[in-house]
């Protein structure tokens, strides 16, 4: 399979939780401008709504969709963390979250929103990653169990310290206990180089 991703973007939550389950995948780049591959096919032809992530399994076919994608690969590799009957309910339920009310509150900050649209996103940022400060009970979000929400967290955590957008302490040492982990390494060196 092969993930399509861009250095440091939302697809890095994808990179990383595929490391994790020591899945057998490639990656390539993608310019988010000019919508071509590193090696040069049209990305549009990948994925249609010109953005990654995208993931394009063995069989050719492909998963768009951050909450899609994770929650495939947390099918896959058992990479849910949550436990229970409604254990799937709770994993979509924080993906969600995270991609609705934490990714899309960046928009204004990386799209060129005005000062005025900026500064309520950096609000609004804080206010919703507020809720695992007060959620976060063991090391992960799912309690115990790192899981592919973590993942994509961690992506929120390091555009807030790009933005500087100040972070609770608490979550200052999440973020900095899921940077030890070797996947979290080795996604990142490969999209640093
Ligand atoms: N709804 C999409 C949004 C993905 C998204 O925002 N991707 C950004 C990078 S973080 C991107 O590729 N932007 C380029 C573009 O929209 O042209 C998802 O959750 O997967």
Not at 50 to 57: M, R
Not at 141 to 147: D, K, L, N, P
Request: proline share 4%; with cysteine.
């Amino acid at each position: 399979m092969r993930l399509y991703l861009s250095p440091g973007a939302c697809s890095l939550a994808a990179h990383i939780a595929l490391h994790e389950a020591d899945a057998d995948f490639e990656h390539e780049r993608v310019d988010l401008k000019s919508k071509r591959t590193a090696s040069g096919s049209d990305f549009t032809a990948i994925n249609p709504k010109g953005y990654v992530p995208a993931l394009v399994l063995d069989d050719g076919q492909s998963i768009t969709e951050n909450v899609a994608v994770l929650d495939w690969i947390a099918e896959q590799y058992s990479l849910g963390g949550f436990d229970g009957p409604l254990a799937r309910t709770r994993l979509l339920e924080a993906l969600a979250f995270v991609s609705s009310e934490i990714h899309k509150s960046f928009k204004p900050l990386f799209a060129g929103g005005s000062d005025d649209e900026r500064s309520k996103a950096r609000v609004a940022v804080a206010r919703r990653l507020q809720f695992f400060v007060d959620r976060l009970d063991g090391d992960y979000v799912a309690g115990e169990r790192f899981s592919v929400v973590d993942c994509y967290l961690l992506v929120m955590l390091l555009w807030s310290e790009k933005l500087r957008i100040e972070i609770p302490e608490k979550l200052a040492a999440y973020r900095q206990r899921l940077m030890t982990r070797p996947s979290v390494q080795k996604a990142l060196q490969q999209e640093a180089t």
